[in-house]
């Protein structure tokens, strides 16, 4: 069955420490992969997006890996800050549009 | 830009009684979601707009959901009758889209309305 994991356990990191999260799937063939973050109370926010045919993104502090061979994709904060404490979402993006999330992992970054 | 907007922010029913959703999403904005997040889940997609018409709505339990979009723009979600079990946040995301073949889409999301059945 068609199945996407991410860490359902909270990941506690020391500030200026780099965060990584993982997002694993099977039986999905995705065009793209993107990553969210969501506040309490808020609607996800996107953050980037990686396409199948790319293996790595970066964008200021975050950097985004996809290896669709190992079907999993990993999600780097470096030089992380409490602000950047929140639940981030991993999201396929299969054929017209469709977009398939993750449970999510939830990020404490304690100062 | 305005973002995407949703009311009410928050509903409280006791089952079987009736509620509606409203979204507006992002100006000139083709495509529109309509997600239901249970907590300590990811969104979970209920109905896809390619402007008014349906893409995708095979998780939409039809026999108590429906969902339209007027004229391409707003959308409203009704649940008649509720149950428990729909305690959940409504999110309303919408997409520029008008692209084919897999293109990527980032959604845009608006900050939901929570659902408590009682």
């Known amino acids: 069955s068609q199945k996407i994991e991410q860490n359902s356990e909270a990941l506690n990191i020391q500030e200026g420490k780099t965060a990584t999260l993982t997002c694993n799937y099977t039986?999905?063939?995705?065009?793209?992969l993107q990553w969210y973050r969501q506040d309490p109370g808020r609607g996800p926010v996107f953050l980037l997006l990686i396409r199948e045919n790319e293996k790595e993104k970066r964008k200021e502090r975050l950097k985004v890996t996809f290896d669709t061979t190992l079907k999993q994709s990993l999600f780097h904060i470096t030089a992380s800050q409490p602000a950047d404490s929140a639940t981030y979402l991993c999201?396929?993006?299969?054929?017209?549009?469709?977009?398939?999330f993750g449970a999510g992992t939830r990020l404490f970054v304690k100062a | 830009e305005a973002g995407v907007a949703q009311s009410p922010r928050y509903k409280i029913i006791e089952k079987r009684q009736s509620v509606a959703f409203w979204c507006n999403p992002i100006?000139?904005?083709?495509?529109l979601y309509w997600y239901q997040q249970i907590l300590g889940q990811g969104p979970k997609l209920l109905i896809q707009f390619q402007n008014n018409g349906v893409v995708d709505d095979s998780q939409l339990p039809k026999d108590r959901f429906s969902a339209e979009r007027l004229k391409g723009v707003d959308s409203t979600l009704k649940i008649q009758p509720a149950k428990l079990e729909d305690s959940a946040v409504y999110l309303c995301?919408?997409?520029?889209?008008?692209?084919?073949?897999?293109?990527?889409?980032?959604?845009?999301f608006g900050p939901g309305t929570r659902l408590l059945v009682l």
């Open positions: 039986n999905y063939s995705p065009a793209y």
């Open positions: 995301a919408s997409s520029p889209g008008g692209a084919s073949g897999g293109a990527a889409e980032t959604q845009y």
């Open positions: 999201a396929l993006g299969t054929g017209g549009f469709k977009t398939i």
């Open positions: 100006s000139g904005h083709a495509t």
